[in-house]
């Protein structure tokens, strides 16, 4: 098993011990029996897609134990607030916007972040644009943003072509080996892999904002701002 997939066990386990659960605890919450979850923790078995969503909604962050960054509060947050439910999705939509074109003419903070964040910030632009299109599927956008061919990433994950064709198609789901791999590969967490009721979108632009620098930050924040006032004053 790789690395990438060792340092989720680690967190797993750690996370397990720090909250003084049993294995047939963590079993429990994870759908699992004990025998079945203990093998995760021995690395004979490899946790399931559906195993880590049923952990993400209910009990820990997919992404923390795929990543090991914890969940970032930032004035996102707060803002996010403010908005009626119902707008909260455009709200997201129009401050991935703003990232983007802050990208685009001032960068991010730190210049080996600037690519990162500008793949991110277009696969969480088509993901929220394609959602519940006919035939959407992450993975082909993960492609088109790296310009790799279903060969080439099968590759780079370390699967047969066959079984990244069933992920792409939506046919099969990728276990958290595969989940952690293209983290670790080119930078995506789960929040942008996960299926729609276990996304957290939140997750990945905060991990982008805080790269930005403070004086783009202000001037996002104020644009949203305006947005917030706009967005009120048709409801009203």
């Known amino acids: 098993m790789s690395a990438s997939y060792d340092k989720f066990v680690k967190r797993l386990i750690a996370y397990r011990k720090a909250n003084g659960l049993s294995q047939e605890e963590m079993?429990?919450?994870?759908?699992?029996?004990?025998?079945?979850?203990?093998?995760?923790?021995?690395?004979?078995?490899?946790?399931?897609?559906?195993?880590?969503?049923?952990?993400?909604?209910?009990?820990?962050?997919?992404?923390?134990?795929?990543?090991?960054?914890?969940?970032?509060?930032?004035?996102?947050?707060?803002?996010?607030?403010?908005?009626?439910?119902?707008?909260?999705?455009?709200?997201?939509?129009?401050?991935?916007?703003?990232?983007?074109?802050?990208?685009?003419?001032?960068?991010?903070?730190?210049?080996?972040?600037?690519?990162?964040s500008r793949n991110e910030i277009k696969l969480l632009r088509y993901d929220m644009e394609d959602n519940g299109a006919e035939n959407h599927s992450v993975w082909k956008s993960i492609r088109r943003i790296n310009s790799l061919t279903q060969e080439k990433i099968s590759r780079e994950l370390d699967i047969d072509i066959k079984t990244y064709r069933d992920i792409e198609k939506g046919k099969s789901k990728p276990n958290v080996e595969i989940l952690s791999l293209i983290y670790d590969?080119?930078?995506?967490?789960?929040?942008?892999?996960?299926?729609?009721?276990n996304k957290n979108y939140l997750f990945i632009i905060n991990e982008i904002w805080i790269r930005l620098s403070e004086e783009l930050q202000n001037k996002i924040e104020n644009e949203l701002k305006r947005l917030m006032e706009f967005i009120h004053s048709i409801r009203s």
């Open 27 to 116: 079993g429990r919450r994870s759908n699992l029996t004990q025998s079945h979850y203990n093998k995760i923790e021995n690395m004979s078995k490899i946790m399931s897609y559906n195993s880590l969503a049923v952990l993400n909604r209910t009990w820990i962050s997919a992404d923390f134990l795929v990543t090991g960054i914890e969940q970032k509060h930032t004035v996102l947050n707060d803002l996010l607030k403010q908005c009626h439910e119902s707008d909260r999705a455009d709200f997201m939509y129009m401050t991935v916007m703003c990232m983007e074109l802050g990208l685009k003419y001032k960068g991010a903070e730190h210049e080996k972040y600037q690519q990162i």
């Open 185 to 197: 590969k080119f930078g995506y967490p789960p929040s942008l892999i996960l299926d729609a009721e």
